[in-house]
């Protein structure tokens, strides 16, 4: 584990987002620097085509919204 040095109004920003996703200003950082990377690494795939990735990756299953229909 490293110190990583950022800009005051980018930490500002963290402390706002993860007011609203419920993540440590840490959790929400490391989130942001995933995220950015796999989408530099995946620019074809859209934000929640690698959010929904990582989220099957670690076992998640969501249920579908609404029923299939007959």
Do not use: Y
């Amino acid at each position: 584990m490293g110190i990583v040095n950022i800009d005051d109004d980018l930490h500002d920003q963290i402390r706002r987002a993860c007011t609203v996703t419920r993540r440590s200003i840490n959790a929400q950082a490391n989130f942001w620097i995933k995220v950015g990377m796999l989408c530099e690494m995946n620019p074809d795939l859209s934000f929640q085509e690698i959010v929904a990735d990582e989220l099957r990756a670690a076992g998640v299953q969501p249920r579908p919204l609404r029923p299939a229909r007959a």
